[in-house]
Nanobody, 127 residues
Framework: QVQLVESGGGSVQSGGSLRLSCAAS????????MAWFRQAPAKEREGVAA???????RYADSVKGRFTISQDNVNNTLYLQLNSLKPEDTAMYYC?????????????????????WGQGTQVTVSS
């Protein structure tokens, strides 16, 4: 059974940093396409950062240069480093993964690409 468990969210002031973690069980992070999404109240789910099966990354324009996605194959965990946070980054953040061995050449920010989802971790940025 695949489980993705996010952690690391919290409340920070504008300009602060957080590191989100997505611990995977029943699933191998290595060589599998995964992504981070976020959803603010009354808004649609938005792709933030993604990594392809080959390790290529893609970011939403709104977070380029501030967020970094990475995979830790030893700890079987996906990370999202959030720097220079802004109030508009406030949202619930979710990690997502494709089915095992479903090879994706390109990193996708489209929610329908992903089958497995975590429960989310809240990020709140105050001005």
């Amino acid at each position: 059974q695949v489980q993705l468990v996010e952690s690391g969210g919290g409340s920070v002031q504008s300009g602060g940093s957080l590191r989100l973690s997505c611990a995977a069980s029943g699933y191998t992070v290595r060589n599998n396409a995964m992504a981070w999404f976020r959803q603010a109240p009354a808004k649609e789910r938005e792709g933030v950062a993604a990594v392809s099966s080959g390790g290529n990354t893609r970011y939403a324009d709104s977070v380029k240069g501030r967020f970094t996605i990475s995979q830790d194959n030893v700890n079987n965990t996906l990370y999202l480093q959030l720097n220079s946070l802004k109030p508009e980054d406030t949202a619930m953040y979710y990690c997502a993964a494709v089915p095992p061995a479903y090879y994706r050449i390109y990193a996708s920010l489209t929610p329908t690409t992903y089958t497995y989802w975590g429960q989310g971790t809240q990020v709140t940025v105050s001005s």
